[in-house]
């Protein structure tokens, strides 16, 4: 799954971010290609949420490049990365309770004919999209404050699907997620790696980070800490890579004291 | 329940039919908890209770609501459904209820608009200034105090959605300042009479005498309806999606037949069907029309369901903000015309009293939610209905003007005890 040579779909090159006096970001790389999924991990604070804000635009980093697909590009605006084929699925969902499933899946990029909403062909492309996903739901037409949280979610991220996005950015897709549902959203994870969509998939949850991804970004403190291959990788290692339990007291004196036995 | 999602029998219209079983292909399996509609009259009557058992009351209420008020008010005077009566009834609620009409969007939006009474106000003095004292040709000045509405309206919606003033706050502030300004410009007189054969006071006093205007009208109304769900239904059919079987469509057909033909045999017992009914309606259905066909009245519905989701969508959410203020604004301003109409004056009272409150409580007894993300501009119409129909029968009976407050403030709160309990009906079975 992982591929060496091809030109990543989006990479950062040195990102740095910074909101006054904190340095959220520090020179920051990440790479993603076609087909592949990314978890994107670390503890609260790590930075997570602030390089996932730059890649969508939403907060413009203030240093580093950032590539799509070899070009050097800017994202300025929610806008310009939705243009390039970024989407983004956030953790509180931004659907719409009171529109029903077809509503929400064309918010914002409604067909229209005629100046009139095409209703009929709207209804019928969310069932095509959601038949080939195979996220079942009780029907399209009823409101989404409706469907279960496992449902949302994947109405949530069908919904990104519609603009035919190169790279899918999943913020804690499984957070307050049953054991089932969160079984389905893996899947519907998997589906887009078939499709050949890059996928970045922030969680805290090892089991899923495991489950799903096929390389593991670690951030901490607002820098890399290294990526992993998940199939040659402990969840062990993995997880002192984020708490930082390789470098601590204990670690640097069991350097020092091995470094002083030579 | 039967596995068959409403499709119709018989066969799928040709060349649609790869794409009718691709999808069909796609549904066969069907989940157990799935919604299923059965087809034709039972599966209606099932899907209506379970809508009903769920907390989707939507205009039932207030249906029932009028049939009662009417029955009441009959009982105790046989001239309450006259011919005379009901006309006066409906020509009476026009302004009020093109008022309403611009509060049904500002409560889709989950805000309030407390102004729009003095901007009715303000809108009758400008057109009374401009056309009386300057001499300004009718048509001009109407399309002037129209434009002031509009123009108010955007002030509010500019102070809400730029400045992030509470709307609130902006139109209690609007209230108190438009209603100043009025009392300004209409001087030291304080009445302006209008011209008695103007075209102003020809709004709410002009008949179409002749009974086939009525009766087409009627006619009109129902074919297109029938027609235009019997287009939906059959694209619907061939795009391979849930349809309506003829069935139902006639069912529905007859239940806007029934009353369409009823009223319109009422108009023409009396003088003919008045104008500004025919105004009335044309602005509650094309606004109607702009609110769920259109992708504007999408995100306005959107806005009130959550703002965050409708801005990460992409939409721009002070322009939709600004334009609807701008639209109660500008139908505020249309109603505050009418009854200027009627009173054939612009006064220091216009637009004061309980007008504000009426057009407010209007939109909620029609059944659209305080709460935001829910409305129809058929809820103004019925619900003005309701409260006109109180005033009239209150009238005829000679009861005070203190019991009749006293009776509208009880059908209110009824009202908003309704849409807070189907409210939390909805919540509880997980529909709201």
Redesign the interface.
């Known amino acids: 799954m992982i591929h060496v040579s091809a030109t990543p779909v989006l990479a950062l090159r040195g990102v740095s971010k910074r909101f006054g006096a904190v340095q959220a970001l520090t020179d920051v790389e990440l790479e993603i290609h076609p087909g592949e999924v990314v978890a994107l991990v670390g503890d609260n604070g790590a930075g997570k949420s602030t390089l996932v804000k730059a890649i969508a635009g939403v907060g413009p980093a203030d240093d580093g490049a950032i590539e799509w697909e070899g070009r050097p590009v800017t994202i300025d605006r929610?806008?310009t990365a939705?243009g390039l084929g970024i989407a983004t699925v956030?953790q509180?969902?931004?659907?719409?309770?009171?529109?029903d499933v077809v509503?929400?899946l064309f918010?914002?990029?409604?067909i229209?004919r005629a100046?009139?909403?095409d209703e009929?062909?709207m209804?019928?492309r969310s069932?095509?999209l959601l038949?080939?996903l195979s996220i079942?739901?009780?029907?399209v037409?009823?409101?989404v404050?409706?469907l279960s949280g496992g449902q949302r979610q994947t109405v949530a991220i069908a919904r990104s699907l519609l603009g035919e996005p190169k790279v899918v950015i999943l913020d804690e897709p499984t957070a307050a997620l049953g054991v089932e549902q969160t079984a389905q959203v893996l899947d519907l994870v998997e589906r887009l790696r078939e499709r050949d969509l890059g996928v970045i998939l922030i969680s805290h949850n090892m089991a899923d980070v495991k489950a799903v991804a096929d390389r593991v970004a670690v951030l901490r403190l607002g820098r890399n800490n290294g990526v992993f291959d998940v199939r040659t990788t402990s969840q062990e290692e993995i997880i002192s890579a984020i708490t930082g339990a390789t470098d601590n007291a204990v670690t640097r004196r069991a350097a020092r004291t091995t470094e002083a036995q030579k | 329940m039967s596995a068959n999602l409403s499709r119709t029998e018989g066969d799928p219209v040709e060349g649609a039919a790869s794409?009718a079983s691709?999808?069909e292909g796609?549904?066969t399996v069907v989940?157990p908890?799935?919604?299923v509609r059965q087809q034709g009259f039972k599966g209606y009557l099932d899907d209506f209770g379970r809508k009903l058992r769920s907390g989707e009351l939507g205009s039932l209420p207030v249906v029932i609501g009028l049939i009662i008020i009417a029955l009441v008010f009959q009982f105790q005077d046989t001239r309450f459904l006259g011919a005379q009566n009901l006309n006066n009834l409906f020509v009476d609620a026009t302004g009020t209820g093109l008022i309403a009409v611009g509060i049904v969007f500002v409560l889709i939006l989950g805000e309030i608009d407390l102004s729009v009474g003095s901007v009715s106000g303000l809108a009758s003095a400008v057109f009374a200034v401009l056309n009386v004292n300057h001499g300004m040709p009718e048509w001009e000045a109407l399309i002037l105090a129209v434009l002031s509405g509009a123009l108010v309206g955007a002030f509010h919606g500019f102070f809400f959605a730029r400045i992030g003033v509470p709307a609130f706050v902006v139109t209690l502030a609007g209230l108190l300042g438009w209603n100043g300004l009025m009392l300004q410009i209409l001087g030291s007189n304080g009445t302006i009479n209008l011209d008695a054969d103007g075209l102003l006071s020809q709004l709410t006093n002009y008949y179409f005498s002749d009974v086939a205007v009525a009766y087409g009208v009627a006619l009109l109304a129902v074919v297109a309806f029938f027609g235009l769900s019997f287009l939906?239904s059959r694209?619907?059919e061939a795009?391979?999606?849930?349809s309506r079987p003829l069935s139902e469509i006639v069912l529905r057909t007859v239940f806007v037949a029934v009353p369409a033909f009823l009223i319109a045999w009422l108009f023409n017992n009396f003088k003919g069907l008045p104008l500004a009914v025919v105004i009335f309606l044309a602005f509650v259905i094309g606004l109607d029309f702009v609110l769920r066909?259109?992708?504007y009245g999408?995100k306005v519905?959107?806005l009130?369901?959550?703002v965050?989701?409708?801005r990460?969508?992409?939409?721009n959410v002070i322009a939709i903000r600004i334009s609807v203020f701008a639209l109660a604004g500008t139908m505020a301003a249309l109603g505050g015309l009418f009854l200027a109409s009627q009173l054939n004056a612009a006064n220091q009272s216009s637009g004061a009293g309980s007008l504000l409150m009426n057009a407010i409580a209007a939109a909620v007894i029609g059944g659209t939610s305080l709460f935001?993300?829910?409305g129809k501009t058929w809820s103004a119409l019925l619900g003005v209905l309701v409260i006109q129909a109180i005033a009239s029968g209150m009238a005829l009976l000679g009861i005070a003007a203190a019991v009749q407050q006293m009776i509208t403030g009880a059908v209110l709160l009824a009202a908003v005890v309704i849409d807070s309990v189907s409210r939390k009906t909805?919540k509880t079975?997980?529909?709201?």
């Open positions: 929610p806008h939705q956030y509180d969902l931004a659907l719409c309770d009171n529109l509503g929400n918010l914002g990029r409604e229209v100046g009139i909403l009929v062909e209804e019928r069932r095509e038949a080939t079942r739901i009780p029907s037409r009823i409101p404050a409706s | 794409d691709a999808a796609a549904v989940d908890r799935l919604l939906d694209r619907r795009a391979g999606v849930p066909r259109t992708s999408r519905f959107a009130g369901g959550s965050e989701a409708a990460r969508a992409g939409i935001g993300g829910r909805q079975a997980g529909r709201a």
